[in-house]
């Protein structure tokens, strides 16, 4: 057990559709940063928050869209839902910001399927 | 951009066999090398890693060395273990700045009695 909670486990949903995906960093993390896993795109980094703020940015959709709050728990927004976007969404978290330095520990995923 | 290249899965081996998983990169500079681990039904974890050229990272039997000649960080146990069948990562991070973690596609093992 990383220590990182994600929410829900499973979720199916409708294309149009919105929903939200909750993670609870480990205690004593600032880092909070979240991944899409698909079979054809492999695991890819969406974004990062430190410390309630965005740090970095990577291939994510206008459509989805993450924050941190002040308890440092973070969510990720994905609107307008394709058939496309049905994937894995992993959440890790880490105490700094920096990634060679700050090792990053993973949640055990939100599995999302759109129909 | 940068990028990680792993050899396509699946593998699959008998117990006491030696594994070999091969990873390459493209990247400007000196990247830290990581391979993270994907148990059935769970997230990653970090397995080792290798933070400049010619470190060797190592844990639970695995182990892998960063060669800068030849941008590879191949990963390698002597005698694997059942419990060693996952999905395992090869992965990339720039020293400098705030740049995320680049993953290769994964390759499956899967190890038989």
């Not at chain 1, 980094?45 to 869209?65: H, P, T």
């Not at chain 1, 894995?88 to 995923?109: D, R």
Request: with cysteine.
């Amino acid at each position: 057990d990383s220590g990182v909670t994600q929410t829900p486990k499973h979720l199916i949903t409708a294309t149009g559709q919105r929903v939200t995906l909750r993670c609870s960093p480990r205690s004593g993390d600032l880092s909070v940063y979240w991944y899409q896993q698909s079979l054809d795109q492999g695991l890819q980094f969406l974004i990062q928050y430190y410390n309630g703020e965005e740090r970095a940015k990577g291939n994510i959709l206008e459509r989805f869209s993450a924050q941190q709050f002040p308890d440092l728990h973070s969510e990720l927004n994905l609107s307008s839902l394709e058939l496309g976007d049905s994937a894995l969404y992993f959440c890790a978290s880490s105490v700094g910001h920096q990634t060679p330095t700050s090792e990053q520990y993973f949640g055990p995923g939100t599995r999302l399927t759109v129909t | 951009g940068d990028s990680v290249t792993q050899m396509e899965g699946p593998v699959t081996l008998s117990e006491e066999a030696f594994l070999t998983i091969n990873c390459t990169y493209t990247a400007t500079g000196y990247p830290s090398l990581f391979w993270y681990v994907q148990y059935p039904g769970e997230g990653l974890q970090l397995l080792l890693k290798a933070t400049k050229a010619d470190d060797k990272g190592s844990n639970k039997g695995f182990e892998a060395t960063y060669r800068k000649e030849t941008t590879s960080f191949h990963l390698e146990k002597g005698s694997v273990q059942v419990s060693d069948s996952a999905v395992y990562f090869c992965a990339l991070a720039q020293n400098s700045g705030n740049t995320p973690l680049v993953f290769g596609k994964g390759t499956r093992l899967s190890v038989i009695a």
